[in-house]
């Protein structure tokens, strides 16, 4: 990266700090994970604004992240702003092929991917362990993040240990989050509550 593009990157991210920290109120804790391969788990998920306050976060820390977005999300103009903060497009329809690529991604150019386990942001009691597959297959360590809109707090979170049992491990990982006292910014859509 050449001088011109670190001055610019790092005046994007102050930017970011500022509006994340100074105009929205948010406080944040962390740095980004120092692995090359890293899952970001992101709940409680209940708004589009978690994107936006989620890719501020990462911006400020120094980061670079990418998320995974349901295709139809892309059309017209915002396709092209959902690509520019990390977006890339899910076809539900053939998840199969959608995770090899990824894992694929990922093994071959290294990634920090941000996931959202309940898959919706309507309230979810029974989270999706798609994560656990990537990670078991790139060696990713999973993250246990928050954003928390009840005291406005987001972070990357713990490290959590897998074993091979991806049900156990993601009831194991909503027992822990069940456990917090944080919110969504819609707290009907918290299936913790």
């Known amino acids: ?31 980004p994970p120092p692995e090359r391969n890293a899952i970001l788990i992101g709940v409680p998920h209940t708004s589009a604004w978690d994107l936006l ?13 990418k998320v995974m977005i349901k295709k139809e999300s892309f059309k ?3 396709g092209w702003i959902l690509r ?3 977006g890339i497009p899910v076809d539900r329809s053939n998840s199969t092929a959608f995770l090899h690529s990824i894992i694929h991604q990922m093994n071959e150019n290294g990634m920090h991917l941000a996931m959202c386990p309940e898959g919706t942001r309507k309230a979810c009691h029974r989270w999706k362990p798609g994560y656990h597959t990537i990670a078991k ?8 993040g928050y954003f928390d809109w009840k005291h406005k707090v987001i972070t990357c979170g713990i490290p959590f240990e897998l074993t091979d049992d991806a049900r ?17 910014r819609h707290p009907e859509g918290w299936a913790t509550k």
Do not use: H
């Open 84 to 86: 520019k903060v990390g």
């Open 1 to 31: 990266m050449n001088t011109e593009t670190e001055v610019r990157l790092s005046g994007w991210r102050k930017f970011c700090k500022w509006l994340l920290t100074k105009v929205m109120g948010w406080k944040y804790v962390g740095t």
């Open 53 to 65: 306050v989620s890719y501020l976060y990462y911006q400020a820390i120094g980061g670079n992240a």
């Open 137 to 144: 297959q790139t060696g990713a360590t999973v993250y246990l």
């Open 76 to 78: 017209g103009p915002m």
């Open 168 to 184: 156990a491990d993601t009831d194991r990982m909503q027992a822990y989050y069940a456990g917090l006292d944080i919110d969504g």
